[in-house]
C-alpha cells in the first residue's frame, strides 16, 4: 500500500523571517481521506505544495514509500481552487491531457476520458467548449481530469470553495464516491468544517505563525454515508455536532483578541 508522507517538515521561504510550517508530520495512504483545517495563511496550501512536490521542505522529508518526492509525479493529481482548465479546449480534451502527456494513445484516452465525464455526471458534454458550463460542472471536470489518469493520491485545495452550498453538497457525495472507487489517498485543503467532517477519515487541524498540527482526529462519516446513510441524517446526528464545535473550537484557539 503506498504512503505519501511527510515527516517534521518545517518550511521557511526565502527572505522570510519565520517559517511558515514547522516540525509538520502527517501520513496519506491509499484509501485514507485526509483533510486539513485552519485559519487563514496557517500554511495549508503550502503543505499541498510539498505533497505535490511544488515545493521542496527547508528541513524535513517528503517521501511516497520511503524515497524521497522530488517533483511532482504522474501518482499524484493535483486539483486548483481556480479550475486550471484550458477554456479553449472541449471539455474531453481536458480531461484527456493528463493521459496525452503520459503518451496513451488517442482511442485509449477518449474511452477513458469518456468514463470519467460518465463518473461525475458530464455525460454528453465531452465536445463542448470550457466557457459553456457552468462553475460546478467546471469543477467536476477538474476532478474528472485529476482522477483520468488512475493517480494513487488525489491532492485538492480548496475545490469546492466557489460553488453554491446545493451543488457543493452534491460534489461531497460524487467525491466520496469517487475517492471510494479509484481507492486513492485524498488530501483536501478546506475552509468548511463541515467538509471535512462529512468527507475526511482524518481531520488535521493547523494552527498559523508558524504552521504547525494543532489537532488531529478520526471520523467515519463519509465511510457510513457509503454504506448507505442518509447524509442529511449523518449530518444532523449529535456526534458530527460535536465533532464540528471541537474542530471550530480548535481552529479559534488562541486566536488574538
Ligand atoms: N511562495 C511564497 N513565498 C513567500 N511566502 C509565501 C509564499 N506562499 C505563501 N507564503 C506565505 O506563507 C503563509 C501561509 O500561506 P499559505 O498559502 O500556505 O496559507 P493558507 O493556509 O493556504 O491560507 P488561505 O486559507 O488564505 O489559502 C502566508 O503568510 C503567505 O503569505
Ligand atoms: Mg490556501
Redesign the pocket.
Known amino acids: 500500500m503506498s504512503v505519501l508522507s511527510l515527516s517534521h517538515v518545517t518550511l521557511t ?4 523571517a519565520m517559517p ?1 510550517l514547522e516540525d509538520v508530520s502527517l501520513g496519506l495512504a491509499r484509501g485514507e481521506f485526509v483533510s486539513i483545517i ?10 499541498l ?1 510539498l505533497a505535490a512536490g511544488f ?1 521542496m521542505p527547508t528541513s524535513g522529508r517528503v517521501t511516497i514509500d520511503g524515497r524521497p518526492v522530488k517533483g511532482p509525479g504522474p501518482e499524484r493529481a493535483v486539483v486548483f481552487q481556480d479550475d486550471a482548465l484550458y477554456p479553449w479546449r472541449t471539455v474531453e480534451e481536458n480531461v484527456a491531457l493528463p493521459l496525452k502527456l503520459r503518451g496513451t494513445p488517442p482511442a485509449a484516452r477518449r474511452e477513458q476520458a469518456r468514463r470519467m465525464l460518465h463518473a461525475v455526471g458530464l455525460d454528453g458534454h465531452g465536445a463542448k467548449p470550457i466557457w459553456e458550463l457552468s462553475g460546478g460542472q467546471r469543477q467536476r471536470v477538474g476532478i474528472a481530469r485529476a482522477l483520468a489518469a488512475e493517480p494513487e493520491f488525489l491532492l485538492m ?2 475545490p469546492l470553495g466557489a460553488l453554491d452550498a446545493m451543488t457543493r453538497d452534491q460534489m461531497h457525495e460524487l467525491l466520496l464516491t469517487l475517492w471510494h472507487s479509484s481507492h486513492a489517498g485524498a488530501l483536501l ?1 478546506t ?1 468548511s468544517v463541515e467538509e471535512a467532517l462529512f468527507l475526511s477519515t482524518s481531520v488535521i487541524v ?1 494552527a ?1 505563525a508558524p ?1 504547525r498540527i494543532a489537532h488531529r482526529e478520526h471520523f467515519d462519516f463519509g465511510r457510513r454515508f457509503l454504506a448507505g446513510e442518509d447524509p442529511r441524517r449523518l449530518k444532523s446526528d449529535p456526534a458530527f455536532i460535536a465533532a464540528r464545535e471541537r474542530l471550530v473550537a480548535a481552529i479559534h484557539e488562541r486566536e488574538p483578541q
Not at 13 to 16: G, V
Not at 38 to 47: D, I, N, Q
Open positions: 521561504y526565502e527572505r522570510a511558515v485552519g485559519r487563514s495563511g496557517s500554511g495549508k496550501t503550502s503543505l505544495n515545493v485545495d480548496e485543503i475552509h493547523l498559523p504552521g
